[in-house]
């Protein structure tokens, strides 16, 4: 099929891959541009960005749709079957939805109709749900609203962190891509009732708030790594969590309770198994707590 595939991130790229190996035409990859990213903040492509161009295929990153109608007239021209689109980050109008001839299909990392929106993977983990997966969609102008094609779930665990279940859907989305496009089953319009939404996450959200459950806690560790990190305040100095275990212990609410990193939450206690000052490497908890020892009964926040 002649397909144009728009994407950005890491989660992205193997739906790009797969096509390729599959040799469909794709004639053109939309992503967002370059952007200033790190300490020195040096200009970045995005990893869709950098598998287009090890593929060779011509990348285009308008950075509106909506108000660049040259960036759609070329969209349009292009004489598309399909356009496939995985965590894209910008709004398709209506005239480039209509376009393709089997339309845009999109690939979002979630059972639909829950976690509609931009973090379904962190939602999920964050909500405590017993399983995620992958919907394969056709596109229309409402968020995630568009009727399904293909759905396949995984199982969430305890240990299941916002990495590894982007590991796993990443493939899962490829193959069932694949497939729509193969198969072309029956759209199939989503049930009115379950639905949720996965607002777009913010820095803000990564503070620990000690008065929640360490269960809450431990979810919101494993949510919300990478990006953008759980972190607490400790003596002036801020920590960056990224493992902990909820653990036997009590107290008032971010209260450390030993020398090993045990700290006292709304109810229960909550391990801190690895930990991080900025701008060093992140190193067990018992090393940090030698090199950087925190009293018994320092309240953290």
Not at 128 to 147: A, H, I, K, Y
Not at 148 to 167: G, Q, R, W, Y
Request: a neutral charge; hydrophobic letters at 45%.
């Amino acid at each position: 099929m002649r397909l144009a595939f728009m994407g950005s991130p890491d989660f992205a790229v193997r739906a790009l891959e797969a096509l390729v190996a599959a040799e469909h035409d794709v004639v053109a990859v939309y992503c967002q541009p370059p952007r200033p990213a790190g300490r020195g903040q040096t200009t970045l492509s995005c990893p869709v960005h950098l598998a287009a161009a090890r593929l060779e295929i011509p990348v285009h990153h308008p950075v509106s749709l909506k108000r660049d109608p040259a960036a759609r007239a070329e969209f349009l021209a292009l004489g598309l079957d399909a356009a496939v689109v995985a965590a894209y980050g910008l709004i398709l109008p209506r005239d480039m939805l209509e376009a393709p001839s089997l339309g845009c299909i999109n690939i979002h990392a979630s059972l639909l109709p829950r976690w509609r929106g931009a973090s379904p993977i962190q939602a999920a983990i964050l909500a405590g749900d017993d399983f995620s997966g992958v919907t394969v969609m056709r596109m229309e102008e409402g968020l995630d609203t568009g009727p399904m094609l293909l759905a396949e779930s995984v199982a969430l665990t305890p240990k299941t962190t916002a990495t590894t279940l982007h590991d796993e859907l990443s493939p899962l989305g490829a193959r069932l891509i694949l497939r729509a496009l193969d198969e072309q089953p029956a759209p199939v319009p989503q049930p009115d009732q379950g639905v949720t939404y996965a607002p777009k996450l913010t820095r803000d959200d990564g503070k620990i708030d000690w008065t929640m459950s360490a269960e809450v806690l431990h979810r919101r560790v494993r949510a919300l790594n990478p990006w953008p990190g759980t972190f607490t305040q400790a003596g002036g100095m801020v920590l960056k969590i990224h493992a902990a275990e909820p653990a036997p212990g009590a107290g008032a609410p971010g209260v450390l309770l030993d020398d090993h990193g045990l700290v006292a939450c709304g109810e229960g206690a909550l391990r801190l198994q690895c930990l991080q000052r900025p701008g060093h490497r992140a190193l067990g908890a018992k090393e940090f707590l030698r090199g950087h020892p925190l009293p018994r009964g320092i309240v953290l926040g």
